[in-house]
Structure formats: structure tokens, C-alpha cells
């Protein structure tokens, strides 16, 4: 018997949903089998914590007397971009604070960026907007400098282009000399190397084939209730795929949305990635209907059966060489060491695999509380799109 | 029985000039190992040191240092782990050379710091994108 998003929303608002989180359903699919596991579980709750450098917010500060229409403006010295309406913008994550000497001094500290604003916002600090503009008959007001809190905004909305990839690449520096990246810093001639996914319990790896994830499906965006407004950019489905249909490489991505207000702090994280910059790290929940079979099965994967690919982000990675290094699955990448051309390599993670752990136990209890219906994709992601590089052309006069 | 101590000690500008070093190794029989030291401009002094030798002799060591007007703080200083902005991602853990900063609870990958086996390298601060190692040096 296959269930319906409606039968399975009836059962949550009955608070008599089954709801597991992806790491306890590995375990209950182990000792069920999945047939009988499919007619009891009604929901898997899967999650990520990382930095999602595709992320922003659109602020709206709501009019000043006499009324200005922004054109320029940095809230706590971070610029914002203004070529919209009067007093909306748009703050992304990785925008530099004004000043910053950036890589002027590599490696650069990068302490305080977009990203760091919006937590602050999101934990409940005061920020300094300082706003210029030309004055115009209707918005006369050229300058303001003053103080404001989320309270304070008529709108704060997290929109962001790029959230929850799929899948990662693993870095490694086969170079002489450190390197400083978004991957954090490596070790010159692979003396560490970093993965970045929350392997079994990531959404996307959770639902290879998108089959119950598309466009409007629920989100919990960082606590609040958001949603998937489009495919997120350079989403890519056309990759290589294990048995299992799980990507090895980075593949589908998600663009998300939701309101900052009633995000919690500890999932809006501001960080600094030294010799590289700012961006946000973000708590991402995606719940499971458990429809049929085949998509328990999906959500039942393991770290053993999830590969990620090695590059060198030395020079195969800067240079798209297109060129890798080799394969591990996650529970190799996790035992804190592996070995490659020869070589034991200490592995570390930029993603936080408890973090993720923590928003799959919450989502689980905002749905066994009824408090967080699923909702039925109105389009699907692409299910078979490839990626297009940029050429370099000459400009034509 | 020789044991080792952890300790982190402030020094005002008055008594900066004083060889306090030199007197904890001779009087005192120890073995000083230093991790970081620094001077203000203001000319005030920051010590983190282990101190090893008989327990005894610790004791009378740190009986004379309060006899100065030295600030003494047992155990680690140099380096402030913040467990409220560890996001336990685990970015620091192939940065630091003791395993000081690693996974305490490897069900939950969560992070833990063992204090004692800091050596203040301040390797992990960098490698920290959260902001959540940090120094007083
Ligand atoms: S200062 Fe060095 S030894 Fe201490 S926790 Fe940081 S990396 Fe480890
Ligand atoms: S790098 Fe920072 S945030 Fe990540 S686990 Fe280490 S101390 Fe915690």
C-alpha cells in the first residue's frame, strides 16, 4: 500500500505520524526489511549543517521621515546591494566589511563579512545601517545613519540561490605550500584533507533521485519553516552515480527560502575561512514522506554506500583540469584517516555531522508534535541536466 | 614523584623586571616548559608555562609567586575554547598536533577540548572558521 502527502499530513495533524530521523531508519530498515518497514514509517527527517556560501537576505527597513530612496548602503559596514526598490536589499554572506584589507596581507582573516551580520540580526543585536542616496522630489532624504534590529524590519527573508548540495568533493593541496581555501586550510603535500557533507543524513543523498524533494516542498530553514523556491544554481543531475543512483560528485542543489524572524541563532552561523573570506554557515532540514517503498529504501543509505571524490585544489581544482584522485565512501572519510597514492592521510570535515544530527532530532519533534505538515512539490527538480562552463570570448565592439 | 602543572600567570609592570623564571628553576628544582610569553606595550607580562618537579616543591614555588604581585591561574589560558560557538564541524581537529581539540563523542561527532593537552601551538585558531578558538596572547 502506498501512502499520499494528504494521508501522511492527516496522521501528523493526528499526531500519530511515525517519524525517524535518516540515521535511526538505516537500523529500523535493517530489522524490519524494507516492506514492512514502508507500511509503518510515515516520515524520515534528514538535515545538514555547513557553510552555503550561495545565501543572503532581503531586508526591508521600512520608511524614514522625510523618505529616502537607498541607493548605497552598509549594515555594520558591510555593503548591501540596493538596485531594487526604496528601502528593500539584498545582503549576501560572502559580501567583505567595508575596508577589510582582504588577501591585500594573505593570508587574509576575513573576520567579519555578510555572513556575520546575518547572525547577529538572527541572535537579536542592534546593526548600523548607514544608507546614501541622491535625493530625488518624492525621496529627499540623502543620508541616514542609525541602529536596527530584526524586530525593527518589516521583512527580513532569507533567499538563497544555492543551499544543500547534494554531494561534495573532498580537498587535498598536493602542492608544496599550504593552501588556504573555502575547504579551510590544507596541508601542503596532502597532509590533511577535507570533506564537506553530512553523508547519510544529507537531504539530497537522501532522495538521490528527487523523487519526493522539488519545487515547494517545506523546508526547516534554520528553525523557521521555509521552502524550495527553485532549483538551486548549477544544480546538475547528469553525473556519475553509484548503484545505488547516489551522485560521487557535488550534482543537485536546492535554492531556499524563509523567514530570518523566526530562525534560531544557533543554526545561523557567520564564519571566516582564513586566506579565502566570509560566508554563513546554515542548518538545513528537509523532511521525507515515506510514499512507497523504493524511497525508504533510498533514505535507508549509509555512509559505506556514499562516495565522494578527492580533488587537488592546488591546481586540478583551480585549474579545471577536470582531473581527480580517487574515491571514499563517508565512513572511510569519517574514521579520521585514509590512504591514498600510497600515502595515510588524516581527514578532517567543514561540515558539522552533529549539528545535522541535532536538526533531524528537532524536525522529528515539530512533526510528531503536528506543528510541520510536508507539502507536495509543484514541479520537480531536473532530473537529468548537466553543467555549462563560461567561455572566455573576445567582447565584441 | 614528579608531577607537571599547568599554569598561566599575569605579571604587572612591577614586576616584569623581576627574574621570577630563573628562581622557580634554581629554588625551586623545576622543569620549565614555556608555551607563549608575551609583553604589553604597556609593559605588563603574560606567562603560560607547565612547571614540573616534586609536588612539594610546586607547592613552595607557587607559595612564593603569591608572595608577588602576580596573578596565578591554574591550567590553560593561552587558549579559550568557546563550547557555545564550536559548531563541532571538526575543521580544527587535523590542525591540532596533541589531540587536544577532538571528537569526544564519536556516536554524535561531537567536539571536545582536553586542556591538559594543549600546548598552545594556536594552530587551531586559524584552522577554526567558527571563531570559536581564541587567545589572550
Ligand atoms: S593551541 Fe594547539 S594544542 Fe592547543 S588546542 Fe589549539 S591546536 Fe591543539
Ligand atoms: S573548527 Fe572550530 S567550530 Fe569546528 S569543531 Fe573545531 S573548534 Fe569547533
Redesign the pocket.
Known sequence: MSKTYQSINEKIAAGKAVVLTAEEVIDYVERKGVAAAAQEVDVVTTATFGPMCSSGCFLNFGHSKPKMRITEAWINDVQAYCGIAAVDVYLGATQLRHNDPANMYHPGEFRYGGGHVIEDLVAGKKVQLFALSYGTDDYPRREIRTMVGLDDLNQAIMVNPRNCYQNYNVAVNLSDKRIYTYMGILKARMRSMTYCSAGQLSPLLNDPLYQTIGLGTSVWLAGAQGLVYAQGTQHASLVERSENGVPMEGAGTLALSGDMKKMLPDFVRGVSFKGYGVSLALGVGIPIPILNAEILKRTAVRDSEIYATVVDYAEDYPQKTGNTLGRFTYAELRSGEVELLGKKVPVTSMS?YNKALTICELLKAEIQAGRFLLSEPSQPLPAAQGMRGLQCVEPQR | MSVTKKLYLYFPKSETEKPIVYKLVKDFDLVINIFRAKVTPEEEGYLSLDVTGEAANIERALAYLSTLEVNIHAGNKGLH?DKE?????????VHCPTGA?AFADQARRQ?GFTEDLCVECHA?IP????G??TSSF
Open positions: 558539522s | 575554547w560557538r564550536c559548531a563541532h564541524c571538526g575543521a580544527c581537529v581539540l567536539l587551531c584552522a577554526c572558521p567558527f570559536a578558538c
